[in-house]
């Protein structure tokens, strides 16, 4: 499946939200375009919450573990590593259903 940028996103960094601005005005966020993470993830920063698609809202926890100095050959950032859950709905509903039995 190809990248079709077809939905909107948002990174939440430090209390603050970039991504592409609401032409309509709804959202404030801070324009993403020109911003590289390096400058954003100083100090103790080091983890980050990337939003797509507003409608499913699939919130994705970044944590950066390692920087290092970019190859000049390279142009752009590289992900070296992920680790994810996907769950279909009956594994949800089992869950959910655990939980609540749990919970009582």
Known sequence: MRWTNSHLHQFHINDQQY?????????????????????????????????????????????????????????GSLCVAVFARRWNVDQLERVNSARNQHTK
């Open 19 to 75: 991504g592409e601005p609401d032409p309509y005005g709804g959202m404030t966020l801070i324009n993403e375009k020109g911003i590289k993470l390096s400058s954003l993830l100083t100090g103790n920063i080091r983890e980050f919450v990337y939003e797509y698609d507003f409608g499913d809202d699939w919130l994705h926890r970044v944590v950066v573990e390692n920087v290092q100095d970019a190859n000049p050959a390279w142009n």
